[in-house]
Protein backbone atom coordinates (compact mmCIF):
# COMPACT_ATOMS: atom_id res chain seq x y z
CA UNK A 1 0.00 0.00 0.00
CA UNK A 2 1.08 3.48 -1.10
CA UNK A 3 0.84 5.79 2.36
CA UNK A 4 3.16 8.24 0.22
CA UNK A 5 -0.26 9.83 -0.66
CA UNK A 6 -1.27 10.26 2.98
CA UNK A 7 1.95 12.43 3.30
CA UNK A 8 1.01 14.42 0.17
CA UNK A 9 -2.53 15.22 1.57
CA UNK A 10 -1.16 16.17 4.27
CA UNK A 11 1.75 18.23 3.05
CA UNK A 12 -0.95 20.19 0.59
CA UNK A 13 -3.42 21.21 3.27
CA UNK A 14 -0.37 22.62 5.43
CA UNK A 15 1.21 24.11 2.75
CA UNK A 16 -2.23 26.07 2.33
CA UNK A 17 -3.15 26.80 5.49
CA UNK A 18 0.25 28.07 6.11
CA UNK A 19 0.11 30.65 3.14
CA UNK A 20 -3.15 31.38 3.47
CA UNK A 21 -3.30 32.04 7.46
CA UNK A 22 0.16 34.19 6.56
CA UNK A 23 -1.62 36.07 3.81
CA UNK A 24 -4.54 37.05 6.43
CA UNK A 25 -2.35 38.55 9.09
CA UNK A 26 -2.20 41.38 6.94
CA UNK A 27 -5.37 41.80 5.74
CA UNK A 28 -7.48 41.58 8.80
CA UNK A 29 -9.03 44.02 11.15
CA UNK A 30 -7.99 43.14 13.89
CA UNK A 31 -4.06 43.91 15.46
CA UNK A 32 -5.10 40.09 17.87
CA UNK A 33 -6.41 38.53 15.03
CA UNK A 34 -3.46 39.04 12.82
CA UNK A 35 -0.80 37.70 15.86
CA UNK A 36 -2.58 34.55 15.93
CA UNK A 37 -3.07 33.77 12.16
CA UNK A 38 0.61 33.96 12.07
CA UNK A 39 0.70 31.61 14.64
CA UNK A 40 -1.30 29.48 12.57
CA UNK A 41 0.95 29.90 9.75
CA UNK A 42 3.88 29.11 12.08
CA UNK A 43 1.76 25.98 13.15
CA UNK A 44 1.32 24.55 9.54
CA UNK A 45 4.77 24.83 8.84
CA UNK A 46 6.06 23.21 12.28
CA UNK A 47 3.54 20.09 11.27
CA UNK A 48 5.21 20.34 7.79
CA UNK A 49 8.88 19.99 9.69
CA UNK A 50 7.47 16.62 11.88
CA UNK A 51 6.54 15.22 7.91
CA UNK A 52 10.15 15.74 7.26
CA UNK A 53 11.32 14.05 9.61
CA UNK A 54 12.55 16.98 12.13
CA UNK A 55 10.78 15.55 15.56
CA UNK A 56 12.51 18.29 17.68
CA UNK A 57 12.18 21.39 15.53
CA UNK A 58 8.51 20.67 14.72
CA UNK A 59 7.41 20.46 18.05
CA UNK A 60 9.74 23.69 18.93
CA UNK A 61 8.03 25.59 16.73
CA UNK A 62 4.95 24.98 18.31
CA UNK A 63 6.17 26.16 21.70
CA UNK A 64 8.25 28.93 20.80
CA UNK A 65 5.87 30.36 18.37
CA UNK A 66 2.58 30.01 21.16
CA UNK A 67 4.57 31.93 23.26
CA UNK A 68 6.39 34.35 20.96
CA UNK A 69 2.29 35.48 19.51
CA UNK A 70 1.20 35.55 22.93
CA UNK A 71 3.53 38.43 23.99
CA UNK A 72 2.73 39.66 20.86
CA UNK A 73 -1.25 39.61 20.93
CA UNK A 74 -0.69 41.66 24.57
CA UNK A 75 1.18 44.29 22.63
CA UNK A 76 -1.12 44.75 20.43
CA UNK A 77 -3.98 45.58 23.09
CA UNK A 78 -1.56 47.78 24.83
CA UNK A 79 -0.48 50.38 22.13
CA UNK A 80 -2.78 49.69 19.21
CA UNK A 81 -5.87 51.48 18.43
CA UNK A 82 -8.54 49.45 17.12
CA UNK A 83 -7.43 46.11 19.17
CA UNK A 84 -11.03 44.20 19.04
CA UNK A 85 -11.21 45.31 15.27
CA UNK A 86 -14.51 46.20 15.44
CA UNK A 87 -13.72 49.47 12.63
CA UNK A 88 -12.21 48.50 9.23
CA UNK A 89 -8.89 50.02 9.39
CA UNK A 90 -6.06 50.05 6.46
CA UNK A 91 -2.35 50.75 8.08
CA UNK A 92 -0.14 50.79 5.05
CA UNK A 93 2.34 52.72 3.23
CA UNK A 94 4.29 52.02 0.21
CA UNK A 95 1.45 50.04 -0.78
CA UNK A 96 2.33 49.07 -4.41
CA UNK A 97 6.26 48.90 -3.52
CA UNK A 98 5.73 46.19 -1.05
CA UNK A 99 3.51 44.79 -2.95
CA UNK A 100 5.71 44.34 -5.67
CA UNK A 101 8.57 44.09 -3.70
CA UNK A 102 6.83 40.76 -2.04
CA UNK A 103 5.63 39.22 -5.30
CA UNK A 104 8.99 39.98 -6.79
CA UNK A 105 11.02 38.61 -4.08
CA UNK A 106 8.92 34.94 -4.18
CA UNK A 107 9.20 34.44 -8.27
CA UNK A 108 13.35 35.27 -7.86
CA UNK A 109 12.85 32.69 -5.14
CA UNK A 110 10.54 30.55 -7.31
CA UNK A 111 12.58 30.12 -10.20
CA UNK A 112 15.85 29.53 -8.25
CA UNK A 113 14.18 26.57 -6.65
CA UNK A 114 12.81 25.25 -9.75
CA UNK A 115 15.77 26.36 -12.11
CA UNK A 116 18.19 24.87 -9.57
CA UNK A 117 19.17 21.45 -9.61
CA UNK A 118 19.88 20.46 -6.12
CA UNK A 119 21.61 17.67 -4.91
CA UNK A 120 18.93 14.43 -4.24
CA UNK A 121 20.14 13.30 -0.76
CA UNK A 122 17.45 12.43 1.92
CA UNK A 123 17.80 11.22 5.40
CA UNK A 124 19.70 8.54 5.96
CA UNK A 125 17.63 5.46 7.10
CA UNK A 126 18.94 4.98 10.69
CA UNK A 127 19.49 8.84 11.45
CA UNK A 128 18.21 9.73 15.25
CA UNK A 129 17.18 13.31 14.05
CA UNK A 130 16.27 14.64 17.78
CA UNK A 131 19.87 12.48 19.34
CA UNK A 132 21.82 14.04 16.21
CA UNK A 133 20.76 17.18 16.74
CA UNK A 134 21.61 17.07 20.24
CA UNK A 135 25.58 16.15 19.65
CA UNK A 136 25.74 18.47 17.24
CA UNK A 137 24.77 21.76 19.29
CA UNK A 138 26.10 20.34 22.42
CA UNK A 139 29.32 18.88 20.63
CA UNK A 140 30.83 20.40 17.14
CA UNK A 141 28.76 24.06 17.35
CA UNK A 142 29.10 24.33 20.82
CA UNK A 143 30.44 27.46 20.58
CA UNK A 144 27.97 28.94 17.99
CA UNK A 145 25.09 27.25 20.31
CA UNK A 146 27.05 28.95 23.40
CA UNK A 147 27.00 32.31 22.10
CA UNK A 148 23.25 32.54 20.97
CA UNK A 149 23.15 31.45 24.68
CA UNK A 150 25.28 34.73 25.75
CA UNK A 151 23.29 37.04 23.12
CA UNK A 152 19.88 35.87 25.07
CA UNK A 153 21.85 37.07 27.63
CA UNK A 154 22.83 40.55 26.61
CA UNK A 155 19.29 40.66 25.11
CA UNK A 156 17.60 40.28 28.32
CA UNK A 157 19.61 42.69 30.01
CA UNK A 158 19.36 45.31 27.62
CA UNK A 159 15.54 44.91 26.88
CA UNK A 160 15.30 45.35 30.65
CA UNK A 161 17.44 48.66 30.37
CA UNK A 162 15.42 49.83 27.60
CA UNK A 163 12.16 49.22 29.02
CA UNK A 164 12.82 49.92 32.39
CA UNK A 165 10.29 52.45 33.87
CA UNK A 166 13.38 53.55 36.57
CA UNK A 167 16.36 55.05 34.66
CA UNK A 168 19.52 55.39 36.32
CA UNK A 169 18.27 58.90 38.10
CA UNK A 170 14.65 58.29 39.06
CA UNK A 171 11.41 57.98 37.19
CA UNK A 172 11.41 57.69 33.09
CA UNK A 173 8.33 59.62 33.06
CA UNK A 174 10.24 62.49 35.36
CA UNK A 175 12.57 63.52 33.48
CA UNK A 176 15.67 61.71 34.54
CA UNK A 177 17.76 63.61 34.73
CA UNK A 178 21.39 63.15 36.73
CA UNK A 179 22.23 65.42 40.19
CA UNK A 180 23.62 68.84 39.83
CA UNK A 181 27.27 69.45 40.70
CA UNK A 182 26.70 71.32 43.02
CA UNK A 183 24.17 70.82 45.58
CA UNK A 184 21.12 71.85 43.89
CA UNK A 185 22.65 72.71 41.27
CA UNK A 186 21.87 72.62 37.29
CA UNK A 187 21.92 69.07 35.90
CA UNK A 188 25.28 67.83 35.07
CA UNK A 189 26.05 67.49 31.20
CA UNK A 190 23.36 68.71 29.99
CA UNK A 191 22.86 72.47 28.28
CA UNK A 192 20.64 74.65 29.50
CA UNK A 193 17.61 75.23 27.62
CA UNK A 194 15.99 78.60 26.67
CA UNK A 195 13.35 79.61 29.09
CA UNK A 196 12.80 77.22 32.29
CA UNK A 197 16.22 76.70 33.57
CA UNK A 198 16.81 77.18 36.67
CA UNK A 199 17.02 75.03 39.50
CA UNK A 200 13.78 73.14 39.27
CA UNK A 201 14.03 69.87 37.15
CA UNK A 202 13.16 70.02 33.42
CA UNK A 203 9.67 68.49 32.46
CA UNK A 204 9.80 67.54 28.50
CA UNK A 205 6.41 67.80 27.47
CA UNK A 206 6.58 66.70 23.58
CA UNK A 207 2.58 67.53 23.11
CA UNK B 1 -3.53 -3.53 10.49
CA UNK B 2 -3.88 0.19 9.63
CA UNK B 3 -7.03 0.03 11.53
CA UNK B 4 -4.82 -0.90 15.14
CA UNK B 5 -2.38 1.83 14.47
CA UNK B 6 -4.80 4.81 13.28
CA UNK B 7 -8.13 3.92 15.07
CA UNK B 8 -7.34 2.08 17.98
CA UNK B 9 -5.44 5.14 19.36
CA UNK B 10 -8.07 7.51 19.00
CA UNK B 11 -11.04 5.30 20.25
CA UNK B 12 -8.44 5.34 23.56
CA UNK B 13 -8.12 8.97 24.02
CA UNK B 14 -11.70 9.81 23.11
CA UNK B 15 -12.70 6.79 25.84
CA UNK B 16 -10.35 8.27 28.69
CA UNK B 17 -11.72 12.12 27.51
CA UNK B 18 -15.11 11.34 28.55
CA UNK B 19 -14.22 9.10 31.08
CA UNK B 20 -12.30 11.24 33.38
CA UNK B 21 -14.21 14.89 32.59
CA UNK B 22 -16.95 12.94 34.32
CA UNK B 23 -14.93 11.54 36.92
CA UNK B 24 -13.43 14.88 37.38
CA UNK B 25 -16.87 15.98 38.12
CA UNK B 26 -17.78 13.44 40.19
CA UNK B 27 -14.71 13.14 42.12
CA UNK B 28 -15.30 17.06 42.76
CA UNK B 29 -18.76 16.64 44.09
CA UNK B 30 -17.66 14.18 46.46
CA UNK B 31 -14.72 15.69 47.96
CA UNK B 32 -16.92 18.89 48.50
CA UNK B 33 -19.54 16.89 50.20
CA UNK B 34 -16.69 15.43 52.37
CA UNK B 35 -15.62 18.71 53.04
CA UNK B 36 -19.13 19.81 54.34
CA UNK B 37 -20.08 21.77 51.64
CA UNK B 38 -24.10 21.81 51.17
CA UNK B 39 -24.91 18.41 49.26
CA UNK B 40 -25.90 19.30 46.28
CA UNK B 41 -27.97 15.92 44.29
CA UNK B 42 -26.62 12.90 43.82
CA UNK B 43 -22.49 13.30 43.00
CA UNK B 44 -22.98 10.54 40.18
CA UNK B 45 -25.88 12.08 38.54
CA UNK B 46 -25.73 15.73 38.67
CA UNK B 47 -22.42 16.54 36.54
CA UNK B 48 -25.15 14.38 33.83
CA UNK B 49 -27.96 16.69 34.85
CA UNK B 50 -25.63 20.18 34.49
CA UNK B 51 -24.67 18.86 30.93
CA UNK B 52 -28.04 17.83 29.87
CA UNK B 53 -29.11 21.37 31.25
CA UNK B 54 -26.42 23.34 29.50
CA UNK B 55 -27.29 21.63 26.50
CA UNK B 56 -30.26 22.38 25.76
CA UNK B 57 -30.13 25.99 27.34
CA UNK B 58 -29.52 29.07 24.57
CA UNK B 59 -25.73 29.75 23.31
CA UNK B 60 -25.47 33.56 25.14
CA UNK B 61 -24.27 36.36 22.22
CA UNK B 62 -22.24 39.87 23.19
CA UNK B 63 -22.00 42.74 21.23
CA UNK B 64 -19.93 42.45 18.33
CA UNK B 65 -17.92 39.53 19.37
CA UNK B 66 -14.97 37.33 17.51
CA UNK B 67 -17.77 35.06 16.82
CA UNK B 68 -15.67 32.94 15.21
CA UNK B 69 -12.53 32.58 17.53
CA UNK B 70 -15.46 32.96 20.46
CA UNK B 71 -17.47 29.82 19.62
CA UNK B 72 -13.62 28.01 18.51
CA UNK B 73 -11.68 28.55 21.31
CA UNK B 74 -13.61 26.28 23.36
CA UNK B 75 -13.26 23.19 21.10
CA UNK B 76 -9.83 24.05 20.64
CA UNK B 77 -9.12 24.31 24.57
CA UNK B 78 -10.79 20.39 24.37
CA UNK B 79 -8.71 19.39 21.35
CA UNK B 80 -5.54 20.14 23.63
CA UNK B 81 -6.26 18.26 25.92
CA UNK B 82 -6.92 15.52 23.91
CA UNK B 83 -2.98 15.87 22.54
CA UNK B 84 -2.09 15.58 26.05
CA UNK B 85 -3.76 12.30 26.49
CA UNK B 86 -2.79 11.01 23.66
CA UNK B 87 0.96 11.16 24.88
CA UNK B 88 0.00 9.54 27.79
CA UNK B 89 1.54 6.35 27.86
CA UNK B 90 -0.49 3.34 29.27
CA UNK B 91 1.70 0.57 28.98
CA UNK B 92 5.40 0.22 27.17
CA UNK B 93 3.26 -0.74 23.84
CA UNK B 94 -0.05 1.23 24.52
CA UNK B 95 0.30 4.84 23.42
CA UNK B 96 -1.37 6.74 21.07
CA UNK B 97 1.50 9.50 20.15
CA UNK B 98 4.93 7.95 21.66
CA UNK B 99 6.70 10.77 19.71
CA UNK B 100 10.37 11.09 20.14
CA UNK B 101 9.80 14.89 21.40
CA UNK B 102 6.45 13.95 23.56
CA UNK B 103 7.64 15.87 26.76
CA UNK B 104 8.50 19.22 24.69
CA UNK B 105 5.01 18.34 23.17
CA UNK B 106 3.26 18.34 26.17
CA UNK B 107 5.61 21.79 26.72
CA UNK B 108 3.55 23.22 23.42
CA UNK B 109 0.35 22.21 24.81
CA UNK B 110 0.92 24.53 27.63
CA UNK B 111 1.88 27.25 25.94
CA UNK B 112 -0.99 26.81 23.67
CA UNK B 113 -3.41 26.66 26.63
CA UNK B 114 -2.24 30.22 27.11
CA UNK B 115 -3.10 31.01 23.39
CA UNK B 116 -6.31 29.62 23.52
CA UNK B 117 -7.25 31.09 26.93
CA UNK B 118 -6.59 34.29 26.18
CA UNK B 119 -8.24 34.09 23.36
CA UNK B 120 -11.42 32.67 24.69
CA UNK B 121 -11.57 35.68 27.30
CA UNK B 122 -10.72 38.31 24.47
CA UNK B 123 -12.98 37.30 21.85
CA UNK B 124 -15.91 37.82 23.91
CA UNK B 125 -15.90 41.74 23.87
CA UNK B 126 -16.47 41.93 27.09
CA UNK B 127 -14.53 43.44 29.80
CA UNK B 128 -14.80 40.96 33.03
CA UNK B 129 -13.98 38.47 30.27
CA UNK B 130 -10.77 40.10 28.85
CA UNK B 131 -9.80 40.87 32.41
CA UNK B 132 -9.73 37.41 33.05
CA UNK B 133 -7.88 36.71 29.45
CA UNK B 134 -5.19 39.10 30.77
CA UNK B 135 -4.85 37.77 33.72
CA UNK B 136 -4.49 34.05 32.62
CA UNK B 137 -1.81 35.23 30.37
CA UNK B 138 0.16 36.58 33.31
CA UNK B 139 -0.43 33.71 35.25
CA UNK B 140 0.90 31.23 32.20
CA UNK B 141 3.57 33.09 30.88
CA UNK B 142 4.95 32.72 34.77
CA UNK B 143 4.35 28.60 35.28
CA UNK B 144 5.47 27.68 32.10
CA UNK B 145 9.04 28.29 32.88
CA UNK B 146 8.55 26.07 36.09
CA UNK B 147 6.77 23.60 33.81
CA UNK B 148 9.83 23.52 31.55
CA UNK B 149 12.56 23.28 34.30
CA UNK B 150 10.90 20.49 36.06
CA UNK B 151 10.44 18.62 32.95
CA UNK B 152 14.48 18.78 31.63
CA UNK B 153 14.49 17.65 35.09
CA UNK B 154 12.60 14.54 34.55
CA UNK B 155 14.22 14.24 31.17
CA UNK B 156 18.02 13.84 32.14
CA UNK B 157 18.00 10.70 33.91
CA UNK B 158 16.04 8.78 31.11
CA UNK B 159 18.32 10.77 28.98
CA UNK B 160 15.34 10.71 26.47
CA UNK B 161 13.02 13.69 25.89
CA UNK B 162 10.50 10.39 24.84
CA UNK B 163 7.68 9.86 27.56
CA UNK B 164 8.18 6.09 27.64
CA UNK B 165 11.87 6.47 28.49
CA UNK B 166 11.08 8.79 31.35
CA UNK B 167 8.86 6.06 32.63
CA UNK B 168 11.10 3.62 31.77
CA UNK B 169 14.04 5.17 33.94
CA UNK B 170 12.15 4.67 36.75
CA UNK B 171 12.11 1.64 36.92
CA UNK B 172 14.23 1.24 40.27
CA UNK B 173 13.49 4.90 41.78
CA UNK B 174 10.54 6.79 40.86
CA UNK B 175 11.07 10.36 39.64
CA UNK B 176 8.89 11.71 43.01
CA UNK B 177 11.73 10.33 45.63
CA UNK B 178 14.88 10.89 43.31
CA UNK B 179 13.80 14.91 42.47
CA UNK B 180 11.39 15.45 45.79
CA UNK B 181 11.18 19.05 44.39
CA UNK B 182 9.73 18.36 41.46
CA UNK B 183 6.38 16.75 41.62
CA UNK B 184 4.84 19.75 43.76
CA UNK B 185 5.91 22.40 41.64
CA UNK B 186 4.79 20.08 38.72
CA UNK B 187 1.24 19.97 40.86
CA UNK B 188 1.24 24.03 40.66
CA UNK B 189 1.62 23.46 37.03
CA UNK B 190 -1.55 21.53 37.01
CA UNK B 191 -3.20 23.92 38.91
CA UNK B 192 -2.54 26.96 37.17
CA UNK B 193 -3.13 25.14 33.18
CA UNK B 194 -6.38 24.15 34.20
CA UNK B 195 -6.91 27.52 36.16
CA UNK B 196 -8.43 25.42 38.96
CA UNK B 197 -8.78 26.03 42.95
CA UNK B 198 -6.06 28.58 44.57
CA UNK B 199 -4.88 29.36 40.91
CA UNK B 200 -8.38 30.17 39.13
CA UNK B 201 -7.32 33.68 38.16
CA UNK B 202 -9.48 33.26 34.71
CA UNK B 203 -12.45 31.89 35.70
CA UNK B 204 -12.67 33.09 39.20
CA UNK B 205 -16.29 34.30 40.97
CA UNK B 206 -14.65 37.92 41.76
CA UNK B 207 -14.51 38.41 37.84
CA UNK B 208 -18.65 37.25 37.73
CA UNK B 209 -16.90 33.80 35.82
CA UNK B 210 -13.81 35.64 34.07
CA UNK B 211 -13.38 34.22 30.57
CA UNK B 212 -16.21 32.23 30.71
CA UNK B 213 -18.38 35.29 32.10
CA UNK B 214 -20.69 35.80 28.82
CA UNK B 215 -20.63 32.12 27.77
CA UNK B 216 -23.50 29.92 28.36
CA UNK B 217 -25.11 26.62 26.56
CA UNK B 218 -23.11 24.06 24.40
CA UNK B 219 -20.10 26.49 24.49
CA UNK B 220 -20.32 26.56 27.57
CA UNK B 221 -20.16 22.80 28.28
CA UNK B 222 -18.04 22.31 25.75
CA UNK B 223 -15.33 24.62 27.81
CA UNK B 224 -16.41 23.16 31.25
CA UNK B 225 -15.78 19.35 29.53
CA UNK B 226 -12.47 20.28 28.24
CA UNK B 227 -11.14 22.32 31.47
CA UNK B 228 -11.90 18.46 33.28
CA UNK B 229 -10.08 16.70 30.33
CA UNK B 230 -7.21 18.79 30.53
CA UNK B 231 -7.27 17.87 34.47
CA UNK B 232 -7.12 14.60 33.46
CA UNK B 233 -4.30 15.20 30.48
CA UNK B 234 -2.01 16.57 33.24
CA UNK B 235 -2.48 14.11 35.98
CA UNK B 236 -1.40 11.30 32.84
CA UNK B 237 1.66 13.35 32.57
CA UNK B 238 2.61 14.03 35.77
CA UNK B 239 1.62 10.13 36.77
CA UNK B 240 4.03 8.89 33.96
CA UNK B 241 7.02 11.37 35.16
CA UNK B 242 7.01 11.20 38.53
CA UNK B 243 4.92 8.73 39.82
CA UNK B 244 6.68 5.73 37.54
CA UNK B 245 3.64 5.41 35.02
CA UNK B 246 2.47 1.79 34.60
CA UNK B 247 5.10 0.47 36.19
CA UNK B 248 4.14 -1.59 39.57
CA UNK B 249 3.60 -4.94 41.07
CA UNK B 250 0.54 -7.34 40.64
CA UNK B 251 -1.84 -5.13 38.64
CA UNK B 252 -1.19 -5.00 34.45
CA UNK B 253 -0.23 -1.27 33.38
CA UNK B 254 -3.19 0.40 32.26
CA UNK B 255 -4.82 -0.49 35.75
CA UNK B 256 -1.84 1.36 37.59
CA UNK B 257 -1.83 3.91 35.33
CA UNK B 258 -5.44 4.64 36.35
CA UNK B 259 -5.07 4.34 39.74
CA UNK B 260 -1.90 6.67 39.84
CA UNK B 261 -4.15 9.06 37.75
CA UNK B 262 -7.33 9.18 39.87
CA UNK B 263 -4.49 9.88 43.45
CA UNK B 264 -2.97 12.80 41.64
CA UNK B 265 -6.48 14.02 40.39
CA UNK B 266 -7.58 13.47 44.07
CA UNK B 267 -5.07 15.90 45.38
CA UNK B 268 -5.03 18.19 42.80
CA UNK B 269 -9.10 18.59 43.29
CA UNK B 270 -8.56 18.30 47.23
CA UNK B 271 -6.42 21.38 46.94
CA UNK B 272 -8.91 23.33 44.81
CA UNK B 273 -10.99 22.87 47.67
CA UNK B 274 -9.00 23.71 50.65
CA UNK B 275 -6.49 26.71 49.28
CA UNK B 276 -8.05 29.57 48.95
CA UNK B 277 -7.99 31.57 45.44
CA UNK B 278 -4.21 33.56 45.54
CA UNK B 279 -4.41 36.93 44.40
CA UNK B 280 -3.34 37.46 40.98
CA UNK B 281 -0.42 40.09 41.95
CA UNK B 282 0.98 37.76 44.36
CA UNK B 283 0.97 34.99 42.65
CA UNK B 284 3.28 36.03 39.51
CA UNK B 285 5.09 37.48 42.80
CA UNK B 286 5.05 34.43 43.99
CA UNK B 287 5.73 32.20 40.98
CA UNK B 288 8.67 33.84 39.97
CA UNK B 289 10.60 34.68 43.09
CA UNK B 290 9.98 31.77 44.56
CA UNK B 291 9.16 28.54 42.84
CA UNK B 292 11.08 29.53 39.98
CA UNK B 293 14.29 29.27 41.78
CA UNK B 294 12.99 26.50 43.40
CA UNK B 295 12.66 24.75 40.02
CA UNK B 296 16.86 25.84 39.49
CA UNK B 297 17.05 24.24 42.28
CA UNK B 298 15.32 20.63 41.31
CA UNK B 299 17.28 21.00 37.74
CA UNK B 300 20.35 21.43 39.26
CA UNK B 301 19.70 18.75 41.48
CA UNK B 302 18.66 16.36 38.89
CA UNK B 303 21.79 17.30 36.97
CA UNK B 304 24.21 16.57 39.64
CA UNK B 305 22.44 13.25 40.31
CA UNK B 306 22.60 12.21 36.51
CA UNK B 307 26.16 12.94 36.80
CA UNK B 308 26.82 10.70 39.97
CA UNK B 309 25.71 7.66 38.24
CA UNK C 1 -0.97 -1.81 19.31
CA UNK C 2 1.67 0.40 17.78
CA UNK C 3 1.85 4.03 18.41
CA UNK C 4 -0.07 6.50 15.66
CA UNK C 5 2.97 8.74 15.48
CA UNK C 6 5.16 5.98 15.14
CA UNK C 7 3.71 4.95 12.47
CA UNK C 8 3.24 8.16 10.80
CA UNK C 9 6.41 9.52 11.04
CA UNK C 10 7.62 6.01 9.90
CA UNK C 11 5.40 5.67 6.87
CA UNK C 12 6.79 9.77 6.00
CA UNK C 13 10.23 8.68 6.28
CA UNK C 14 9.81 5.31 3.99
CA UNK C 15 7.95 7.69 1.42
CA UNK C 16 10.76 10.36 1.56
CA UNK C 17 13.52 7.57 0.79
CA UNK C 18 11.58 6.12 -1.53
CA UNK C 19 10.93 9.53 -3.21
CA UNK C 20 7.51 8.18 -3.69
CA UNK C 21 5.03 10.84 -3.25
CA UNK C 22 4.30 13.48 -6.05
CA UNK C 23 3.74 16.60 -3.72
CA UNK C 24 6.12 16.58 -1.05
CA UNK C 25 9.59 17.73 -2.96
CA UNK C 26 12.34 19.88 -2.25
CA UNK C 27 11.48 22.36 -4.79
CA UNK C 28 7.27 22.25 -3.79
CA UNK C 29 8.73 23.08 -0.67
CA UNK C 30 11.36 25.72 -1.82
CA UNK C 31 7.85 26.75 -3.56
CA UNK C 32 6.09 27.29 -0.31
CA UNK C 33 8.81 29.07 1.50
CA UNK C 34 9.49 31.60 -1.13
CA UNK C 35 5.52 32.44 -1.14
CA UNK C 36 5.99 32.67 2.84
CA UNK C 37 8.98 34.72 2.08
CA UNK C 38 6.97 37.17 0.06
CA UNK C 39 4.32 37.43 1.73
CA UNK C 40 6.09 38.04 4.91
CA UNK C 41 8.43 41.29 2.95
CA UNK C 42 5.18 42.48 1.53
CA UNK C 43 4.11 43.00 5.31
CA UNK C 44 7.38 44.49 6.74
CA UNK C 45 7.79 47.04 4.01
CA UNK C 46 3.53 47.98 3.68
CA UNK C 47 2.78 47.82 7.61
CA UNK C 48 2.66 51.50 9.33
CA UNK C 49 2.78 49.94 12.72
CA UNK C 50 5.81 48.76 14.42
CA UNK C 51 4.38 45.34 15.72
CA UNK C 52 2.77 44.81 12.31
CA UNK C 53 6.10 45.65 10.70
CA UNK C 54 7.75 42.91 13.02
CA UNK C 55 5.01 39.81 12.12
CA UNK C 56 6.61 40.40 8.61
CA UNK C 57 9.97 39.84 9.61
CA UNK C 58 8.63 36.76 11.57
CA UNK C 59 7.00 35.62 8.42
CA UNK C 60 10.21 35.76 6.12
CA UNK C 61 11.91 34.29 9.42
CA UNK C 62 9.00 31.27 8.61
CA UNK C 63 9.69 30.79 5.28
CA UNK C 64 13.95 30.50 5.71
CA UNK C 65 13.33 28.31 8.35
CA UNK C 66 10.81 26.05 6.02
CA UNK C 67 13.81 26.26 3.49
CA UNK C 68 16.53 25.08 6.05
CA UNK C 69 14.45 21.94 7.38
CA UNK C 70 13.45 21.05 3.32
CA UNK C 71 17.15 21.17 2.69
CA UNK C 72 18.24 19.86 5.73
CA UNK C 73 15.75 16.25 5.07
CA UNK C 74 15.97 16.16 1.18
CA UNK C 75 19.33 17.70 0.20
CA UNK C 76 21.75 17.49 3.34
CA UNK C 77 21.38 14.00 3.97
CA UNK C 78 20.80 14.39 7.12
CA UNK C 79 23.83 17.01 8.39
CA UNK C 80 23.04 18.17 11.70
CA UNK C 81 24.14 21.98 11.07
CA UNK C 82 20.60 21.72 9.17
CA UNK C 83 18.94 21.53 12.22
CA UNK C 84 21.06 23.85 13.78
CA UNK C 85 20.70 26.49 11.41
CA UNK C 86 16.96 26.27 12.34
CA UNK C 87 17.47 26.55 15.92
CA UNK C 88 19.91 29.77 15.43
CA UNK C 89 17.20 31.25 12.97
CA UNK C 90 14.52 30.62 16.21
CA UNK C 91 17.68 32.42 18.86
CA UNK C 92 17.20 35.85 16.72
CA UNK C 93 13.33 35.55 16.47
CA UNK C 94 13.43 35.48 20.00
CA UNK C 95 16.34 38.41 20.10
CA UNK C 96 14.22 40.90 17.41
CA UNK C 97 10.86 39.90 18.91
CA UNK C 98 12.40 40.98 22.96
CA UNK C 99 14.80 44.08 21.03
CA UNK C 100 11.90 45.23 18.88
CA UNK C 101 8.88 45.02 21.58
CA UNK C 102 11.55 46.79 24.16
CA UNK C 103 12.36 50.04 21.73
CA UNK C 104 8.22 50.30 20.89
CA UNK C 105 8.05 50.91 24.74
CA UNK C 106 10.89 53.39 24.87
CA UNK C 107 10.03 55.22 21.87
CA UNK C 108 6.27 54.98 23.23
CA UNK C 109 7.08 56.45 26.40
CA UNK C 110 9.05 59.04 24.64
CA UNK C 111 6.78 60.11 21.78
CA UNK C 112 3.45 58.63 22.43
CA UNK C 113 4.22 56.82 18.82
CA UNK C 114 3.85 53.59 17.64
CA UNK C 115 3.94 54.26 14.44
CA UNK C 116 7.14 54.36 11.98
CA UNK C 117 6.47 57.68 10.47
CA UNK C 118 6.06 59.29 13.83
CA UNK C 119 10.27 58.74 13.83
CA UNK C 120 10.46 60.46 10.65
CA UNK C 121 13.25 62.44 12.37
CA UNK C 122 15.04 59.30 12.94
CA UNK C 123 15.87 59.60 9.51
CA UNK C 124 18.19 62.30 10.06
Known sequence: MNHGILVDIAFLLLAVLAVVSGWRVFRTDSMVRASFFLLLSFIAVGAIMLLLAAEYLGVAMFFMMGVEMMVMALFMVMFMMNPAGLNPMVMVHQHRISMGAGVTAFLVLGLMALLTRFPNRPLPAGLEPVASLGHEMLGGSMLIFESAAVVLLATMIGVVVLSSHRGRYGAANEGSLPPGLAPGGDPAGKPKEDQDGGHEHHHHHHH | ?309 | MVAMSTTIITITRQALLARKEVWMTLVTLLLLAAALIGIGLYGALSQQSFVMLMMGLELMLNGVMLAAVAFWALSGAGAPEGQLLTIIVMAVMAIEMAMGFALVVAVYRGKQADMTEALSELKQ
Open chain 2, 1 to 309: MILNEMVLPIIVVLAVLVGGAYSVAVMDRVIATRLGAPRAGNPWLSPLTRGAWLLVQQANVTEAPDGRAWRLAPALYLALAATGLALVPWSETLVATDLATSVVLWGSVEALATVVIFLHGWSANAPLALIGAYRYVALGLSYLLISMFVLIGVALPAESLQLTQVVMSQEGLWNVVRQPLGLPLFLVVGLGMTFWGPLNLADSTDLAGGTASEVSGPPRLVWDVARAAMLVAFSGIAASAFLGGWLGPWLSGPLWMVVKMLAVLAVLLWLGRVVPRVAPERCVTGMWVVLLPLAFVDLIWAGVAALWQ
